[in-house]
């Protein structure tokens, strides 16, 4: 288990989290968005912290990890099955070589929108939204989100929320580049706890 499979488990809690916060209170601000956002962008990044443009940007994802697999803490099954199913749909997608190409293309042209707009940006949102819609979806791994029904129906918040389990699966690449294998969580909890500790 090395420091940057833990870092990119840490970015899925993250993510898990914040798509908690938007599906059930419609919260997120955009400070916290933006640090989650930018990781889909960073395609040619020269270490696994650029992704995230430091580990400082994912102190909220190393705690919830540290909770989650904590003796006698409180266990979020939400987050469990969030990022669960992030690392699922990664699967199915790095099988399908036509998926990652149109998904390469399209974040570039995103990419080509952040000349002028900031990556929280409602359009800027609502393109990396349609991504996940478009490319991610049909490929079967359907995610259940579990929020407030008034909220989800919002245009908004289901942006948002795709945008963010774009951003998950970005990570779950990262995970698996990194050699992270499902096993893991059963058999190296105790040193994903450690480096987790020592990253905060």
């Not at 909220?60 to 803490?73: K, M, T, V």
């Not at 698996?176 to 105790?190: D, L, V």
Request: a positive charge; hydrophobic letters at 40%.
């Amino acid at each position: 288990m090395t420091e940057h499979q833990v870092m990119a488990l840490a970015a899925m809690c993250q993510v898990a989290k914040q798509v908690q916060k938007v599906a059930q209170y419609g919260q997120g601000s955009d400070h916290e968005l933006e640090k989650i956002l930018n990781c889909i962008v960073e395609t040619s990044p020269n270490s696994p912290e650029e992704v995230y443009q430091g580990k400082h940007n994912l102190r909220e994802g190393y705690r919830i990890l540290i909770a989650q697999l904590s003796a006698g803490a409180d266990k979020d099954v939400e987050i469990v099955k969030y990022v669960g199913g992030l690392m699922q749909l990664e699967r199915a997608l790095s099988s399908k070589q036509n998926s990652l190409n149109e998904l390469g293309r399209r974040i570039d042209d995103v990419k080509r929108r952040l000349d002028h707009f900031a990556i929280t940006d409602d359009t800027v949102v609502a393109a990396l939204a349609d991504i996940y819609s478009s490319v991610l979806s049909p490929l079967g791994h359907r995610i259940q989100v579990y929020g407030k029904p008034e909220l989800l129906k919002q245009q908004l918040t289901q942006n948002k929320i795709r945008a963010l389990l774009l951003a998950g699966i970005r990570s779950a690449v990262l995970w698996r580049q990194m050699g992270g294998k499902r096993r893991h969580f059963f058999f190296a909890k105790r040193k994903i706890l450690a480096i987790a500790k020592q990253s905060i």
